[in-house]
T-cell receptor, first 112, second 109 residues
Framework: DGGITQSPKYLFRKEGQNVTLSCEQN?????MYWYRQDPGQGLRLIYYSQIVNDFQKGDIAEGYSVSREKKESFPLTVTSAQKNPTAFYLC???????????FGSGTRLTVV | RKEVEQDPGPFNVPEGATVAFNCTYS??????FFWYRQDCRKEPKLLMS???SGNEDGRFTAQLNRASQYISLLIRDSKLSDSATYLC??????????FGTGTRLTIIP
């Protein structure tokens, strides 16, 4: 079955460490997105990519980095520069925004 | 002004009741519209797209009013399983979707 897979489901990080969240899709979607959700709040866009080897900053890109070397993969690195990284991170993909997004099941990152 | 605004609720309604949510958007160039459902600590899932002519899927009806720039979702004969947060979503520039903060619904037995 086609889908979008995020790993790990839960991640704990010490302050000052970088950490990479995985997102893989086998839906053959061109576009991929990373969102962050804080408790009781909406989704905020971190980065997005409409095509391989190209990506754009979203509304809250500071302290994050991404790469898009393959169509199937869009990993997100949370760097030590991100001051408040504890959140629920959601990856999504889409063939066309007019058709909506498919989301992965998310990664809960906690800084300890 | 936020691009997409929703009443956060919570809406607490008895089982079997009809409940309606509204959502307003600020950009008149918005192209497509959706309602997503998000259960607690889960990812959002597409509930339905919203078309200008209005559309229905079982107990759910979505309406779009472009002149007033609002979208609505009506749930009839509500079930306990309808308890969730409902997200209003707008495609503004055909590059990315903008999400409202969601309306929380609890169906009471």
């Amino acid at each position: 079955d086609g889908g979008i897979t995020q790993s790990p489901k839960y991640l704990f990080r010490k302050e000052g460490q970088n950490v990479t969240l995985s997102c893989e899709q086998n839906l053959n979607h061109d576009a991929m997105y990373w969102y962050r959700q804080d408790p009781g709040q909406g989704l905020r866009l971190i980065y997005y990519s409409q095509i391989v080897n190209d990506f754009q900053k979203g509304d809250i890109a500071e302290g994050y980095s991404v790469s898009r070397e393959k169509k199937e993969s869009f990993p997100l690195t949370v760097t030590s520069a991100q001051k408040n990284p504890t959140a629920f991170y959601l990856c999504a993909s889409s063939p066309d925004p007019d058709r909506g997004y498919t989301f992965g099941s998310g990664t809960r990152l906690t800084v300890v | 002004r936020k691009e997409v605004e929703q009443d956060p609720g919570p809406f607490n309604v008895p089982e079997g009741a009809t409940v309606a949510f509204n959502c307003t958007y600020s950009n008149s160039a918005s192209q497509s519209f959706f309602w997503y459902r998000q259960d607690c600590r889960k990812e959002p899932k597409l509930l339905m797209s919203v078309y200008s002519s209005g559309n229905e899927d079982g107990r759910f009806t979505a309406q779009l009013n472009r002149a007033s720039q609002y979208i609505s979702l009506l749930i009839r004969d509500s079930k306990l399983s309808d308890s969730a947060t409902y997200l209003c979503v707008v495609n503004v520039l055909n590059e990315k979707l903008t999400f409202g903060t969601g309306t929380r619904l609890t169906i009471i037995p």
